[in-house]
């Protein structure tokens, strides 16, 4: 940025701030575009590509035959048998018999969504990755060289076609939303170019849980009040729509008209929408291996702590639960000292709750922790104790470095090394209770203010 000597103050800019990337959310007078790219049935794709002899048969990548857990994504053929995400095994195998399903090969699917995410560069300097497969760009003036909006979009499909053979569904709108709910449209293999007219028109007849952010319980609570699309949406009072909702209620509307309200909602408004976040994972294979549970526990508690961050919280109440081949699930919780988004404070705290459930040798089916009792983190900075105040600026910086690369590269791309603090076999303590991992041996006594609460 150039600087130029001004008759007022010493020196002010010459480039207008709306022009610096780094500040294009800021930029509200100046028109701009952006492009929304997800990768069709990705993980499926990945997997046909590499292997032509699947092409057009029905695949699922997870849950395999005996297999338990869920499917991750299904192939567009599978879908038509019902196969989706998230689908157990044992459904998916029901519905599609003939459907190949296959092993997750994390590692592979986020080195090509590195390399999709490196090329998408090259079309924008503000590439912004949501999730393993989906991107968000601004492209405000980069049509320039294609000729138009849709003939840029029609080049990034083709080079990743060509460059890595995967397709993908490609949105362009005048906000971010748009972007992302054209992509969405457009599904699968396509284009789709929506201005903020085209985009109340696109969105009006659909139902309102095609809406981001939508969930099925909102969904069930807007048509109670008798609001069932988009358009019905867009056409409600904020006055009705803020008694029901609160302030999410009014920032719905906007979206249902095409607004983005991801940057009104000021940090002092933002309210949990979620009671409690947790993780929990049904194995393969029953876990009776001390370390291979407490190497589940730290990935769990990691994602956990993240989607905490992730959402400006903190939360109070930790919950382990554990469910046993014969289906028993017995769950502890416990009331930490402070609120914490802390991933180390939750494992501590984890495997405390572990040595108190967990019968040791025992095999385990299942592993869950979640956090309850959220409140706003800014509500609770001038609360914090001082050992907790230390300890969270210490992991601030580690915290959004591998935030950052998670958000970049998927979930599994970073976990905790095993090593280090986190190495060996864990402490036993006198009466055979499991000694948390990285802490002094004082701190496997009953922390003075934790209060068990079951
Ligand atoms: P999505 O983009 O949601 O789905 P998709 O790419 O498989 O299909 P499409 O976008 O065409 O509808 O998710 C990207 C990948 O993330 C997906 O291929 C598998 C993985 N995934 C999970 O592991 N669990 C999930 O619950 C979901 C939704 C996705
Ligand atoms: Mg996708
Ligand atoms: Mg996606």
Not at 241 to 266: D, H, T, V, Y
Not at 360 to 389: C, D, M, T, Y
Not at 418 to 445: A, D
Request: some cysteine.
């Amino acid at each position: 940025m150039g600087w130029q000597k001004g008759p007022g103050s010493r020196y002010a800019p010459l480039t207008p701030a709306v022009l610096d990337p780094g500040m294009e959310e800021h930029a509200p007078d100046v028109a701009r575009t952006y492009l929304h790219i997800d990768m069709d049935a990705f993980f499926a794709s990945v997997e046909e590509r590499d292997n032509p002899s699947l092409k057009g048969k029905p695949v699922a990548v997870g849950g395999g035959p005996g297999k338990r857990g869920v499917v991750t994504t299904a192939n567009y053929v599978a879908r038509k048998f019902g196969l989706h995400s998230g689908m157990s095994a044992w459904e998916a195998q029901q519905k599609c018999p003939q459907a190949i399903f296959l092993p997750i090969n994390g590692s592979k699917y986020i080195y090509v969504s590195a390399q999709i995410m490196a090329t998408l560069e090259r079309f924008s300097p503000i590439v912004r990755p949501l999730s393993v497969d989906e991107a968000s760009l601004d492209i405000t003036g980069c049509d320039r060289h294609y000729g138009n909006l849709a003939m840029l979009g029609q080049a990034i499909k083709d080079t990743i076609s060509e460059k890595y053979g995967l397709p993908c569904t490609v949105g362009i709108g005048p906000n971010r939303l748009i972007a992302k709910m054209a992509a969405n449209l457009g599904k699968p293999d396509g284009l789709l170019v929506l201005d903020a007219e085209g985009a109340t028109k696109a969105f009006a007849p659909l139902p309102v849980n095609k809406m981001v952010g939508i969930g099925k319980s909102t969904a069930a609570a807007l048509e109670g009040i008798g609001i069932k699309t988009l358009g019905d949406l867009a056409n409600s009072s904020d006055y009705k729509l803020k008694n029901r909702f609160g302030i999410i209620g009014p920032n719905m509307r906007k979206m249902a008209s095409g607004e983005w309200a991801g940057r009104m909602r000021l940090e002092d408004e933002r309210q949990p929408v979620e009671k409690s976040i947790g993780h929990s994972r049904t194995f393969g294979e029953n876990i009776s291996d001390i370390l291979e549970l407490r190497s589940r526990l730290v990935g769990l508690a990691e994602m956990v702590a993240r989607r905490v961050r992730r959402s400006g919280v903190v939360g109070r109440v930790l919950t382990l639960k554990l469910r046993y081949p014969d289906f028993r699930t017995p769950s502890h919780q416990l009331r930490l000292p402070s609120p914490t988004d802390d991933e180390e404070t939750l494992i501590d705290y984890a495997w405390r709750l572990l040595s108190e459930l967990w019968n040791p040798g025992a095999p385990v089916r299942l592993l869950g922790i979640s956090l309850r009792e959220l409140a706003p983190k800014k509500e609770w900075s001038g609360q914090l104790n001082l050992f907790s105040i230390r300890r969270q600026r210490r992991a601030c910086d580690l915290h959004e470095a591998l935030d950052t690369l998670r958000d970049r590269f998927g979930e599994n791309v970073v976990s905790r090394a095993m090593s280090g603090r986190y190495k060996g076999r864990p402490k036993r303590g006198s009466s055979g209770e499991i000694i948390p991992f990285g802490h002094r041996l004082s701190m496997s006594r009953q922390p003075a203010n934790t209060e068990q609460i079951s």
